[in-house]
């Protein structure tokens, strides 16, 4: 396979990362549960956890890949910084995320994913510059994928290698199914930030903890609204830090290996994607992770009209709850 920047080049490398990502995945299945769910001594770069399983993810994406017919340079979970694989002069950089819901896959859940995206590293390492996309769910065996055009950014959306063709979603909130990826908003404000997403329970409010297997969710139509809150919480209430960083260290915002395949898949679908402050992931930089630095959350919905409601009700819950300061400490323990 001859490395060219076009649509052609990339849609051949998306046919040989799906099975690498499917066969990533095959590998740690076996180990869902206590079996591979024992915390390591060792964090990854960022500060999250890492657990046998994600150990056992990280092994066989290097070996998986170290046949790979471009050759690259990669950064995944574990090391958080882009190196070459192999001793070839890499032209492509991977970001990958190898375990996408380290938690619920502790306790047995598969609601978890394997993802990868790749950028030309002749182009800044930015999110606007991502071309492909790969993401794999373990629960069904899914395999989601984006492959958009270098110049235009136009992309096209594949499920199981059919292409998607997405009408456009007018659901309005008050109908609308939210996917809540956000652990960190059950410790400092105890779910007060929340609340005025917590009615849709009704319609369906689901909080598991993998925010690639959200956004499958909404590629799937069974989700309206993602939302990753915790980082806009931890920057706009510098009360709740202390108690945040107890328990969370400084795990406060997301990593590249994140979202970087899940957020041109959405911007593909005509979504409304941005950080939780509604700043645009244009920009976002793809080789290196760092404790502080990151995106501030995530507010993707099927409309434009979703997002400036989410916004504005965040923005408002905010307001609310400064008015009553005292009250607020008064129900909380920190």
């Known amino acids: 396979m001859e490395y060219r920047d076009d649509v052609a080049f990339w849609n051949a490398y998306r046919l040989y990362l799906e099975p690498v990502a499917r066969r990533v995945a095959a590998t740690i299945m076996p180990l869902i549960g206590g079996a591979g769910g024992r915390i390591d001594t060792a964090t990854t770069q960022s500060g999250d956890i890492l657990t046998v399983a994600d150990d056992r993810a990280s ?3 290097r070996y998986e890949l170290k046949n790979s017919p471009v050759p690259v340079a990669l950064l995944d979970e574990k090391e958080g910084v882009l190196k070459p694989l192999g001793d070839r002069e890499p032209r492509i950089g991977l970001i990958v995320d190898e375990l996408d819901g380290t938690r619920p896959f502790r306790m047995g859940m598969t609601t978890c994913c394997v993802s990868m995206a790749a950028y030309p590293l002749g182009e ?4 606007k510059n991502v071309r492909l996309g790969v993401i794999i769910r373990l629960d069904t065996g899914a395999i989601y994928s984006v492959v958009r055009h270098p110049e235009s950014g136009y992309g096209r959306v594949c499920r199981n290698g059919a292409q998607l063709v997405l009408p456009p979603d007018t659901t309005p ?3 609308a199914c939210v996917y809540l990826d956000d652990a ?20 369906g409010l689901v909080r598991v903890g993998s925010i690639c297997y959200g956004a499958t969710l909404m590629v799937d139509r069974g989700t309206q609204v993602l939302l990753h ?3 806009r919480e931890y920057q706009q209430w510098p009360e709740v830090r202390p108690y945040v960083e107890s328990i969370w260290g400084n795990f406060v915002t997301m990593q590249s290996y994140d979202i970087a395949a899940l957020v041109p898949m959405l911007w ?4 409304t994607i941005t950080d939780a402050f509604g700043e645009p992931l244009d920009d976002v930089v793809l080789d290196r992770c760092v404790p502080d630095g990151g995106t501030i959350g995530i507010v993707a919905t099927a409309s434009d009209d979703l997002h400036r409601f989410v916004l504005r009700e965040l923005h408002h819950r905010e307001v609310f709850l400064r008015d ?5 400490y008064g129900a909380l323990d920190w």
């Open 229 to 231: 809150l915790g980082p």
């Open 184 to 203: 960190m908003t059950d410790f400092g404000l105890h779910g007060l930030y929340a609340r005025p997403f917590s009615p849709h329970v009704r319609h």
């Open 59 to 61: 092994e066989a994406v």
């Open 324 to 328: 009553r300061l005292t009250a607020v």
């Open 124 to 127: 800044e390492p930015l999110m």
């Open 173 to 175: 909130f008050n109908r």
């Open 268 to 271: 593909a679908c005509g979504f």
